[in-house]
């Protein structure tokens, strides 16, 4: 069986944080409000009423954030930009300030000898074009490809590769169908206007960045989908969830269609939102690599009651993490081999642009986590084996972080943070990460 050393020469090993999870500083140097902010002021929101305010105030603290990813051996950096830095009312005039920001950032890191890999976009969409309606109105998709050229004409000369951006899934369900996330809203199936306008932005976007000679990717959140039974109500509760999770997320990009969804009633151009020519603005800029962010399978069931179409069902007899989410490393391998059935030649090199879990405080040491990323990188190395073409692995996270609606519970870091001092202190699973990186070097450069 191959495993973790296997993986081939070259593979990238990184490690991966967003702007309003680490960055803290939120009203400094002209940074505009940003729908977290607003959202997490909200009472009720975010547990304990957690905001990003300080978080891991890495605005401040960036240098010693890449010391510990210089002494870890990174070859890679994924972090997110924060739109309301560089714009703070996100379309309108450019804050110098917020710019030179990730500008000095991407400096630091080159010195250290890390490759940036900036996500355009993580949720934290600017609250000035939210109140325009957000990711609802398609004037934002517009929006976002200048904010795009912004960016890239600052840091384009030394960041080779960008991600456009973070699961749009999540956004779409947490922030617009269920509410949970910013910016709250509860549309049930008429927020897929807002999964649209996303991939319509990460179209525009792309060809803004194909022009400037940038490589280009999109992280998405897949997950694969089983059925509870083989019943055929259990099978057609599945498929549609696949189209709803996975595909709505990748056929337009790879195959430049929408899947069918009307199992779910919705109707084929998604209450309106598509218009003639869109699915060409999506497809045609291609995309130079697939950012995949793999956590946990998903069981479905036909639904007990009347509502969405589906039951998500707990899956038994495998370790769960501290958030509850099941631990299936070989559903990563089986989810790698599925999207080569389904995208064949279109199917572009993969990355890992997020994996790991969180693990309860007091474990000591993160044994779980060791065992997480060791195991799922052994199925990625059986991917890799049946000829799937992965670059590169960053895991999630570097340090504990804004969890979003757990705020600071939840604790994803290779690197533990006391929120009250910002002491920063290494776990285990930060030298076993090290050591591994250091172990593939020296074996796959014999
Ligand atoms: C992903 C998000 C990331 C982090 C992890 C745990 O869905 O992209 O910001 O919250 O989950």
Partial sequence: MPDRYDLPTGFRWGAATAAYQIEGAVTEDGRGPSVWDVFAARPGTVR?????????????????????MKNLGLDGYRFSIA??????????????????FYDRLVDALLDAGIT???TLFHWDLPQALEDGGGWLNRDTAHHF????????????????????????????????????????????????????????AHGLAASVLHDRGLEVMLSNNLT????????????AA?????????????????????????????????YGAIHPGDTDLIAAPGLDGLGLNFYNPTRIAAPTEPGLPFDFVDIPDVPHTAFGWPVVPDALRQLLLSLRDTYGKTLPPITI????????????????????????????????????????????????????????????????????????????????YRDLIAAHRVLRAR
């Fill in 145 to 200: 490809a200048d904010y795009a050229a912004i960016v890239t004409d600052r840091l384009g000369d030394r960041v080779p590769a960008w991600i456009t951006l973070n699961e749009p899934f999540v956004h779409t369900v947490f922030g617009y169908a269920l509410g949970t996330h910013a910016p709250g809203r509860t549309l049930m199936l008429e927020a897929l206007p807002a999964a649209h306008h996303q991939l319509l």
């Fill in 224 to 235: 694969p989908v089983e059925p509870a039974t083989s019943s055929d109500a259990d099978l």
């Fill in 83 to 100: 739109w309301p830095r560089v714009l703070p009312t996100g379309s309108g005039p450019v804050n110098p300030a917020g710019l030179a």
């Fill in 353 to 432: 642009t997020e994996n790991g879990c969180s693990v309860t405080e007091s474990t000591t040491p993160d044994q779980p986590r060791i065992d997480f990323m060791s195991a799922h990188l052994d199925a990625l190395a059986a991917a890799t084996a049946e000829g799937i073409d992965i670059r590169g692995y960053y895991t999630w996270s570097l340090l504990d972080n804004y969890e979003w609606a757990e705020g600071y519970h939840q604790r994803f870091g290779l690197v533990h943070v006391d929120f009250a001092t910002q002491r920063r202190t290494p776990r285990a699973s930060y030298a076993w």
């Fill in 116 to 118: 940036p890999l900036p």
């Fill in 238 to 270: 599945a498929q549609a969830y696949d189209a709803l999770h996975n595909r709505l997320f990748t056929d337009p990009v790879l195959l430049g269609r929408y899947p069918d969804l009307s199992a779910l009633g919705v109707p084929d151009d998604l």
């Fill in 48 to 68: 304990d009423g957690h905001t990003g305010a300080v978080a891991c105030d890495h605005y401040h603290r960036y240098p010693e954030d890449i010391a510990l």
